[in-house]
């Protein structure tokens, strides 16, 4: 069966400073991958997405940027945080047809608070 | 206006009440439908996924389309407290398969 993973489940950082969040998938090969961001109360918003190595999609500007180093790994990162990159980071994967059930699955979350 | 909206709640029911929680959509050409559950801090769930027009069951959970009126359901049966948490629909439309539609999530609360 197919698995994700997400880590660091929570962080702390001041502004200005580098931040890193990976994602890997098992049990899948050439998935699709994607960065969301849900805001407190609010709906999930698309960072990025990729469907395949080095192919990174940006849905929103933004002081953040992703890559994409390894078919099943995703790494959402950022060469300054600002305190408005605060909230929860979801790294998801699917399989991007039909024939396998056109649906999306989520790891645990990345809490980042920004300060 | 936004593609899927759904109400956020909260919706507050006792123990052993029928929940329906519902979205409704703009785009004609969805034809993938989901539900997830999303606990406090934790990442959604993936509860029921349908495809096109339909009831699909699932022991307490019950998931309805009617592309007619554009518009999707979640019942649950005998809802439990564990039942508490976000239940977001989310949808995807063909050939696009890269793109999923979330609508904002209703806060569900049973009480004991």
């Known amino acids: 069966s197919q698995t994700i993973h997400q880590w660091p489940a929570t962080l702390v950082q001041p502004v200005g400073s580098p931040l890193s969040l990976e994602c890997t998938v098992e049990?899948?090969?050439?998935?699709?991958l994607y960065w969301y961001r849900q805001a407190a109360g609010r709906g999930l918003q698309l960072l990025f997405y990729?469907?395949?190595?080095?192919?990174i999609s940006s849905e929103v500007p933004q002081n953040l940027s992703a890559s994409r180093p390894q078919d099943r790994q995703f790494i959402l990162s950022s060469k300054k945080l600002l305190l408005s990159d605060s909230g929860f980071y979801l790294c998801?994967?699917?399989?991007?047809?039909?024939?396998?059930?056109?649906?999306?699955?989520f790891g645990e979350g990345s809490w980042l608070t920004v300060v | 206006q936004k593609e899927v909206e759904q109400d956020p709640g909260p919706l507050s029911v006792p123990e052993g009440a029928i929940v329906s929680l519902n979205c409704t959509y703009s785009?004609?050409?969805?034809?993938?439908f989901m539900w997830y559950r999303q606990y406090s801090r934790k990442g959604p769930e993936l509860l029921m996924y349908?495809?096109?027009?339909g009831n699909k069951e699932d022991g307490r959970f019950t998931a309805q389309v009617d592309k007619s009126s554009k518009y999707i359901s979640l019942f649950i049966r005998d809802s439990q407290p564990s039942d508490s948490a976000t239940y977001l629909c989310?949808?995807?439309?063909?050939?696009?398969?890269?793109?999923?539609?979330f609508g904002s999530g209703t806060k569900l609360n049973v009480k004991p």
């Open positions: 349908t495809y096109s027009s």
């Open positions: 785009n004609s050409a969805f034809q993938y």
């Open positions: 989310a949808m995807s439309v063909r050939p696009n398969f890269n793109k999923f539609y």
């Open positions: 049990g899948t090969s050439n998935p699709n």
């Open positions: 990729s469907v395949g190595i080095g192919q």
């Open positions: 998801a994967w699917s399989t991007g047809t039909a024939s396998s059930g056109n649906t999306i699955y």
